[in-house]
C-alpha cells in the first residue's frame, strides 16, 4: 500500500555533507512515525533518526548535533541533513514508515514499511 523511495546518497570526503531524501507514495490514510536507519556490513541496522508527524524527533546519540530530520507532511518527504560526515557514518542508509495507516476492506490496520536503501560513503 505504501512505497519508499530514497534518494541523495553518495561518496564524500571527511567533513562533508550530504542531505537523504525519501518520498512516500500510494495508498495509505496518514503515516505516524518516519525515519531513518542505516546497516553497515557485518552490522546491525541502527537508528539514526526518527520524526513524528506532529514533527517530535528522536536521534541517536552519535548523530546528535551532526544530523537534523525534518519532513514535509503535504509531500509525505521526510529529510536527513548529514553534515560533519565522518568515515564512521558510511552505511546503507534505509528510510523507514512506521504505523502508517491503511483502509483494508472496512478497517483500519497499521503497517511498517522500509525503502530499498541509499548507499552513503565517507573518504577519509
Known amino acids: 500500500q505504501l512505497q519508499l523511495v530514497e534518494s541523495g546518497g553518495g561518496l564524500v570526503q571527511a567533513g562533508g555533507s550530504l542531505r537523504l531524501s525519501c518520498a512516500a507514495s500510494?495508498?495509505?490514510?496518514?503515516?505516524?512515525?518516519m525515519g531513518w536507519y542505516r546497516q553497515a556490513p557485518g552490522k546491525q541496522r541502527e537508528l539514526v533518526a526518527k520524526i513524528t508527524d506532529d514533527g517530535s524527533t528522536n536521534y541517536a546519540d552519535f548523530v546528535k548535533g551532526r544530523f537534523t530530520i525534518s519532513r514535509d507532511n503535504a509531500k509525505n518527504t521526510v529529510y536527513l541533513q548529514m553534515n560533519s560526515l565522518q568515515p564512521e557514518d558510511t552505511s546503507v542508509y534505509y528510510c523507514?514508515?512506521?504505523?502508517?495507516?491503511?483502509?483494508?476492506?472496512?478497517?483500519?490496520?497499521?503497517?511498517?514499511?522500509w525503502g530499498q536503501g541509499t548507499q552513503v560513503t565517507v573518504s577519509s
Open positions: 500510494g495508498s495509505f490514510i496518514k503515516i505516524n512515525t
Open positions: 523507514n514508515a512506521d504505523h502508517v495507516r491503511v483502509l483494508i476492506g472496512a478497517m483500519f490496520k497499521d503497517y511498517g514499511y
